[in-house]
């Protein structure tokens, strides 16, 4: 498919015809295409000073850097500024290495932190495969995800505890050495999975008794995704060190986020931190941030996700009630899950990752497809749809976009097993 143009929520390809961007692209054009004031901004950054090295301040650099102490999780101060989420997971798991004297990192098997060798090693699902063992770092493990549809530890929500957090302290005493542990705080690609309410505060009391770094992936579920500048706020908790991308400059130009707390900032005055990258703190990706962050702000975009949210929901509830092909609708703020199953009972996807993994036609993609000849893109991965449209997005056209995918999901319905 050949893009073409694209303004808003919708994409233009080669021909003219126009599509619904029902996932943001990769879940990143979080303010939609053609923002005017982000443009401007790139024009103007390249007109007054296109790059300077990493060692030197600039105004953007200072700017961005007063704005992310207003918008961060409070506990947020200091900024280590790359091109993307892979690339800021890395430098995560130096600082957290360097500060701690530890090795290991826990990360789950739900999980996708990027595709460099540091952040595919921590990544847990199949796209790691390929790397093993050679092509990725060792010291990361795996530990449960907080997935109360498919609890991987076999429990049920009333009777569960914390169980899947409690398992991740039985390894960190188990193992020794753990340096950090990472999460996406909401499960991104790998199903938008919304963890129980106890499960971030006993996460993060438990690394803090055991002096274990607490890193959030906040990569997707940051900028106003799920209703709140950053997902974390909804427990409450905060994290030693904040990573992000994509909705930072709503994917206008590449930048990635690595944000540390005050005492692992301090740390760092007396010992080199030793990593940096010819692009680090580029003044082209700075002010368009500054641009997207005000832009934000004016449009109150986060509450807008928010208020959304309940529209959205019940949308995709009347889909669940009619399809007996959903197994499960999941989200928060304007970012959804519709997770297909051959059977509701048994709760069988219509794929697994090895089928992804195996290059399997999935009847995800064939769903995807349908909604692509009627004029709307979704993300499909393995047996579900990833729903993450930009935050200006209307009713009218979630309605558009709802109602092709209650058209297409009757080829799921048909080879349900009832
Ligand atoms: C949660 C999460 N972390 C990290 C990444 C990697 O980011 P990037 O593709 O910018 O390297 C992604 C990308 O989708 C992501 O979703």
């Known amino acids: ?12 390809d080669g021909n003219g015809k126009h599509y619904l961007d029902f996932s943001a692209q990769l879940m990143c054009s979080n303010l939609g295409h053609k923002n005017q ?7 103007e950054q390249a007109q007054e000073l ?41 430098a995560a798991f130096k600082i957290a290495r360097m500060y701690t004297g530890k090795n290991k990192i826990i990360a789950r098997y739900r999980s996708y932190h990027g595709s460099t060798s540091g952040a595919i090693a921590a990544t847990g699902d199949p796209r790691r495969w ?20 498919r ?26 050495d753990v340096a950090a542990v990472i999460v996406e705080p909401i499960v991104g690609t790998n199903g938008v999975i919304v963890p129980p309410d106890e499960y971030m505060p006993r996460l993060r009391e438990l690394c803090t008794k055991h002096n274990v770094l607490l890193i959030a992936d ?7 995704r799920t209703g709140k500048w950053f997902a974390m706020e909804h427990w ?16 206008y130009v590449p930048l990635g986020l690595c944000a540390t707390t005050q005492a692992i900032a301090d740390y760092f005055e007396d010992n080199l931190f030793s990593h940096g ?9 700075l002010k368009p941030a500054v641009a997207t962050i005000k832009e934000m702000q004016r449009m109150a975009l986060v509450d807008r996700a928010a208020e959304l949210a309940p529209y959205m929901e019940s949308k995709l509830r009347e889909l669940e009630a009619k399809h007996v092909c959903i197994g499960q609708v999941r989200g928060k703020g304007l970012f959804w899950a519709v997770d297909l199953v051959k059977n509701r009972t048994t709760k069988e996807p219509f794929a697994t990752y090895s089928d992804k993994i195996n290059g399997k036609p999935l009847l995800v993609d064939q769903i995807a497809a349908k909604c692509v000849a009627d004029g709307m893109t979704i993300q499909a991965w393995v047996s579900h749809f990833v729903i993450a449209p930009p935050l200006i997005i209307t009713r009218e056209q979630i309605d558009f976009g709802v109602a092709l995918l209650d058209k297409h999901l009757v080829l799921a319905d048909e080879q349900c097993i009832a």
């Open 1 to 12: 498919m050949h893009i073409a143009d694209a303004e808003g929520c919708e994409l233009v």
């Open 37 to 43: 004031a982000v443009i401007d901004a790139i024009a």
């Open 50 to 90: 296109a790059y300077a090295m990493p060692g030197y301040a600039t105004a953007a650099r200072a700017e961005l850097s007063q704005l992310l102490l207003e918008v961060l999780p409070k506990n947020m101060r200091k900024f280590f500024f790359c091109t993307g989420g892979a690339e800021a997971n890395e």
């Open 130 to 149: 390929a790397m093993e063992s050679a092509g990725k770092l060792p010291n990361v493990l795996f530990g449960p995800e907080a997935f109360c549809y």
């Open 151 to 176: 609890c991987p530890l076999g429990h049920t929500k009333a009777t569960c505890g914390t169980a899947c957090a409690d398992y991740i302290e039985h390894m960190i005493v188990n193992e020794s």
């Open 218 to 224: 906040e990569v997707m579920t940051g900028w106003g």
């Open 236 to 251: 409450g908790v905060e994290p030693d060190i904040l990573v992000t991308a994509k909705g930072i400059t709503s994917a």
């Open 277 to 285: 990258h010819t692009y680090e703190a580029h003044p082209m990706t």
